[in-house]
T-cell receptor
């Protein structure tokens, strides 16, 4: 059983399109995250979310929006895609409330290419 | 706010040792270490919660110097399987996690 899964694994799309990436975790964790990893391998947090609050990294454009239908899912919706959005997007989850003691478990990543 | 790691990249021969440093301009409440192999997701290695704490398993260990706001990861007698990018990470505010700049480690035969 995959602990944290993401779909799709690869996503190729045109500038200006809207797309979504789905994430599911079967670990019973309370907190989920979205990270963006660029071509230089920098891992940057975009959002963390638990059933109490959404923490948004202030540098994330509002074209990106997380949507959580339930505790086990955190999807990422992106409007009006731009070339600079091309990256690998990782979903992760952790047991606690996202604090400093939480171990994060990562999904396999979604490679987004914007043409 | 991102912790800075050094070196950016290192190449080792099997059996050699390496040290990866993680430095922060702000107080660190904890330090996490992750390894990411090429084309894969980051995988948790260990977490250090207190200043002065040292941890390790197999031949990979880490220390946390709270006063200096830094942590170091030690890889002893490196193996080919150690190759990958190593990230430290920390949570400055209690609710948002930041990964370090990353260190690419390549072990060659």
């Amino acid at each position: 059983d995959t602990a944290v899964s993401q779909t799709p694994k690869y996503l190729v799309t045109q500038m200006g399109n809207d797309k979504s990436i789905k994430c599911e975790q079967n670990l019973g964790h309370d907190t989920m995250y979205w990270y963006k990893q660029d071509s230089k391998k920098f891992l940057k947090i975009m959002f963390s979310y638990n059933n109490k609050e959404l923490i948004i990294n202030e540098t994330v454009p509002n074209r990106f929006s997380p949507k959580s239908p339930d505790k086990a899912h955190l999807n990422l919706h992106i409007n009006s895609l731009e070339l600079g959005d091309s990256a690998v997007y990782f979903c992760a989850s952790s047991h606690g409330s996202g604090g400093s003691t939480d171990t994060q478990y990562f999904g396999p990543g979604t490679r987004l290419t914007v043409l | 706010q991102q912790p800075v790691q050094s070196p950016q990249a290192v190449i080792l021969r099997e059996g050699e040792d390496a040290v990866i440093n993680c430095s922060s301009s702000k107080a660190l409440y904890s330090v996490h270490w992750y390894r990411q192999k090429h084309g894969e997701a980051p995988v948790f290695l260990m977490i250090l919660l207190k200043g002065g704490e040292q941890k390790g398993h197999d031949k990979i260990s880490a220390s946390f110097n709270e006063k200096k706001q830094q942590s170091s990861l030690y890889l002893t007698a490196s193996q080919l399987s150690y190759s990958g990018t190593y990230f430290c990470g920390t949570d400055y505010t209690g609710n948002q996690f930041y990964f370090g700049t990353g260190t690419s480690l390549t072990v060659i035969p």
